[in-house]
Structures are given as structure tokens and as C-alpha cells.
């Protein structure tokens, strides 16, 4: 199974993406959990946002608010939508993806429950 994000750019502070994460080679629906991450230029990689199987969300405090996450099974894709983005939102973002992660409430923020990832898009916040 491959995730490839897409979606990432330049925008002005206040402006808005959608990042979207194709699943390739497999059905979205085989896995119990998906999440976005960041990792900024010196920084670790951060969980921004999260979904389960069941449709339970969690979100960063930094970001609640203002990004979204959302899956569209038909099309295989988890998507990301960044509303009233800041400069300091500017970072590579990827996805993960996980068939299973106990306790995932307690962990969906943890990049190690994750075994897929994908390969990143730039997202780069001006003021």
C-alpha cells in the first residue's frame, strides 16, 4: 500500500489548502486509522490531525478551528482542509495510515503507532 499526498503550496497568512492523501494500491477502508503530520525545518513531527474507522476526529490544539480532516471512501482519498492558515503552520505535511493502533484516542498523535506514511507536501505560510 502506497499514500501519496498532494494539494501543498505557497499562501498568504489567512488564506486556505486541501491537502489530500490517495491511497494506492489498497482500499482506505482497510485501515482503522489515518493522520496528518507536520515536521518543520529543525523541529520534530507533530500530529495535526486525526480519523478512525468510526469517524472519530482528533485535532492539535494549535490547529482546532481551523483544519479539518475528512475521508471520501469512494475515492480513497483523506483530505485536509486549512482554513485561516498561519506562518506557522508552514511545515511538510504528511499522511499515516494504520490498520490498527490500540488505544488510539490516547495515541493518534504518536508517529510511531503509524506503519504507512507517505512522502510529504510543502506547505509554506507567508505574513
Known amino acids: 500500500v502506497q499514500l501519496a499526498e498532494s494539494g501543498g503550496g505557497s499562501v498568504q497568512s489567512g488564506g486556505s489548502l486541501t491537502l489530500d492523501c490517495a491511497v494506492l494500491?489498497?482500499?482506505?477502508?482497510?485501515?482503522?486509522?489515518m493522520a496528518w503530520f507536520r515536521q518543520a525545518p529543525g523541529k520534530e513531527r507533530e500530529g495535526v490531525a486525526g480519523i478512525a474507522s468510526d469517524g472519530r476526529t482528533n485535532y492539535a490544539d494549535s490547529v482546532k478551528g481551523r483544519f479539518t480532516v475528512s475521508k471520501d471512501n469512494a475515492k480513497n482519498t483523506l483530505h485536509l482542509q486549512m482554513d485561516s492558515l498561519k506562518p506557522e503552520d508552514t511545515a511538510m505535511y504528511y499522511c499515516?495510515?494504520?490498520?490498527?493502533?490500540?488505544?488510539?484516542?490516547?495515541?493518534?498523535?504518536?508517529?510511531?503507532?503509524?506503519?504507512?506514511w507517505g512522502q510529504g507536501t510543502q506547505v509554506t505560510v507567508s505574513s
Open positions: 494500491s489498497g482500499d482506505i477502508t482497510h485501515f482503522y486509522c
Open positions: 499515516a495510515a494504520d490498520v490498527y493502533v490500540r488505544r488510539w484516542s490516547d495515541r493518534w498523535s504518536d508517529r510511531r503507532a503509524y506503519s504507512y
